[in-house]
């Protein structure tokens, strides 16, 4: 299969281009021309190009059996520039796939739990209930979500609404297992929201299984996770294994994330760069459970999790210090 993967520098797209790859399909990714290239070491063709250039889209969809769709915002200086990014680079994608490519045969767009919204009681929330994002950030993904319905791709397209992923080359749990390394683990309500989290290679297999797939997924909206409901101190625990340190458990009341989230938005508003921390964070950050079931997707493409916790960590702390970030 050609398969064409936006946002194959970052952190999961990277993982996804890579098992693409590996299973000896062809691979054409979406790159800007100052992308990094730094996790790019297998056989690939590239597109130079950018969601937001509606231009730039259509060659690149030309000729390819499928599109797996990752790239995105995760940071923004407004709620503008997210949806811009998320909503509107998603349009564009799927109207230049609508031009150039109407005959493609699956389109997979990468969303996030965000898009959905928290678990009240902390149980998994059906896909097809209605969604209740809390952040600026999940109204985006929102809008991606909207706009892949929208189009004539519906029936063939594939929605993963990601939860927390984790593994090598991942920047953002790194803040924590550098925290601990300093024997300090931060913690909100005691530690004890609940969440679902996915290894990065698991999240790839999984997108690549219904990338792939003979039976018909089109239409379907997934969630990949590994089966257990974890609290936010058994991830902590983990990575204290992994790390062979044993940390501090401090609790931070919510205004305390409140009062960070507003400074770094101060600091991003002074230096002109957009910060991963901000108060839309903690107004996601705040709810205490974020839980979803991979259930439908284990019985529609046999797809079983491969790595857990205890191991995750472990694999994601070496990577790390092989690396040099740690």
Not at 9 to 16: A, D, K, R, T, Y
Not at 106 to 122: D, E, L, Q
Not at 180 to 190: D, K, N, Q, S, T
Request: some cysteine; overall charge neutral.
């Amino acid at each position: 299969m050609k398969v064409l993967i936006t946002g194959a520098s970052g952190f999961l797209g990277s993982h996804i281009a890579e098992q693409f790859a590996a299973a000896g399909h062809e691979t054409r990714l979406l790159l800007r021309r100052t992308s990094s290239r730094e996790f790019l070491t297998f056989p690939h063709e590239e597109a130079i190009g950018d969601v937001t250039d509606p231009g730039s889209l259509r060659p690149a969809v030309e000729g390819v059996e499928a599109v797996v769709h990752p790239a995105g915002l995760i940071k923004a200086r407004s709620e503008a520039e997210f949806r811009a990014v998320n909503e509107q680079g998603t349009s564009n994608l799927v109207k230049a796939i609508e031009e150039r490519a109407p005959d493609l045969r699956r389109f997979v767009y990468i969303s996030s739990m965000s898009a959905h919204g928290p678990s009240p009681g902390g149980e998994p929330r059906p896909t097809e209930a209605e969604p209740k994002p809390v952040s600026a950030y999940g109204r985006s993904k929102l809008g991606g979500e909207t706009a892949t319905r929208a189009s004539a791709l519906a029936d063939r397209s594939v929605i993963f609404r990601m939860p927390v992923i984790y593994g090598p080359r991942d920047p953002a749990l790194l803040p924590f297992f550098k925290a601990v390394r300093l024997r300090i683990a931060p913690l909100l309500w005691g530690g004890r929201n609940r969440l679902s989290i996915i290894y990065a290679s698991d999240a790839a297999s999984a997108v690549v299984a219904a990338t792939t797939a003979d039976t018909d997924a089109g239409g379907r909206t997934y969630c990949p996770e590994d089966g257990i409901v974890y609290a936010w101190r058994d991830l902590l625990s983990a990575i204290e294994s992994a790390s062979g340190r044993q940390a501090l458990m401090v609790p931070i009341p919510l205004i305390g994330y409140q009062a960070a989230g507003l400074g770094s938005e101060l600091f991003g508003r002074i230096t002109g760069q957009a910060q991963v921390f901000d108060r839309d964070k903690v107004r996601e950050m705040r709810r205490r459970a974020w839980v979803c079931s991979s259930t439908e997707l284990r019985e529609d493409l046999g797809w079983r999790p491969g790595v857990q916790i205890e191991e995750g960590a472990r694999l994601t702390h070496e990577w790390y210090r092989e690396a040099g970030w740690l």
